[in-house]
């Protein structure tokens, strides 16, 4: 017995080695994401089987109507897309746990994860839109939960599931920051930073075209909230000094700014395109720099 007894820990101890090696791998994570779903499934709560809890969010695929045969292809590409953005925040879940405070799974992946869905739905509806009745409320869909969340703190019995904010458990891959965040009018202006420097983004009103008085307010609304999420972000951009490794800034603060820029000049360009001629090439306006 004393000898069979280390033989059947060491084999213990590899398979747990295993499956951790599995849990961390990128490729393994997919396939549990898409478990159950055939492979053009919609962004169906796709999950990984982590210690931190997985991240579920709503179907979009069956909120959609009847799918014009000239949009099957880019909503189709779309959902996709949806399917890989729970993937790798499931995967940045897994890749972060222990690091940040208290909120750091909900703003350094529910909160960028929220903002890349609503960009891609935002996608989804307008191009169903260029032929058919475009879908309303999408965008309701975007926001996300985590469930399961064995090592989290936060609140709530062990085992139930908790929207957000985590203390060591968080997450943080190559998304992070917080989304909700930045800027100054889509568009150059900066809030003033401490030594922490100042976010500039790209002026999107000069770029724009005659606005039809029929979208003068739904576009003088998002031009002010391009210019909220700059203030926001440079906010943060004091209130970290000092957090994070060498790209934290990049992952936690300007990659988010630029999915929320994203979403937002795609709903000025969408409510331009009601009755005009819908601009193009807004998108490049998105990605904010960071100014020492």
Not at 145 to 163: H, M, Y
Not at 237 to 253: E, H, K, R
């Amino acid at each position: 017995m004393s000898r069979a007894l280390p033989k059947y820990n060491k084999r213990r101890v590899t398979f747990i080695g295993g499956a951790a090696a599995v849990a961390l791998s990128g490729t393994v994570i997919a396939g549990f994401a898409l478990a159950g779903e055939t492979p053009d499934s919609g962004a169906k709560n796709a999950r990984t089987l982590a210690g931190p809890g997985t991240i579920t969010c709503p179907d979009v695929r069956s909120k959609l109507p009847a799918v014009p045969a000239s949009a099957k292809a880019e909503v189709d590409r779309n959902l996709t897309l949806l399917n890989t953005q729970i993937r790798e925040a499931n995967k940045r879940l897994v890749d972060t746990v222990g690091q940040g405070g208290p909120n750091f799974v909900q703003n350094a992946i529910l909160g960028p994860l929220k903002d890349k869905r609503v960009s891609t739905v935002n996608r989804i509806a307008t191009a169903i839109g260029r032929t058919a009745a475009k879908p309303q409320g999408l965008d309701s869909l975007a926001a996300c939960t985590l469930n399961g969340a064995g090592t989290n703190a936060g609140g709530g019995a062990a085992g139930k599931p908790q929207a957000g904010g985590n203390a060591g458990n968080a997450g943080n891959a190559g998304n992070a920051g917080n989304a909700g965040n930045a800027g100054n009018a889509g568009n150059a202006g900066n809030a003033g930073n401490a030594g922490a420097g100042t976010i500039t983004c790209p002026d999107v009103r000069s770029k724009l075209p005659a606005v039809p008085a029929s979208a003068k307010a739904e576009v003088d609304r998002n031009l002010t909230l391009l210019n909220t999420q700059i203030q926001e972000a440079n906010k943060r951009l004091v209130d970290t000094v000092g957090q994070g490794g060498p790209n934290f800034v990049q992952n936690a603060i300007l990659g988010p700014l630029k999915d929320k820029r994203v979403s937002t000049v795609n709903r000025i360009a969408t409510a331009i395109g009601r009755t005009a001629a819908k601009p193009q090439g807004l998108d490049s306006l998105a990605a904010c720099t960071l100014n020492k």
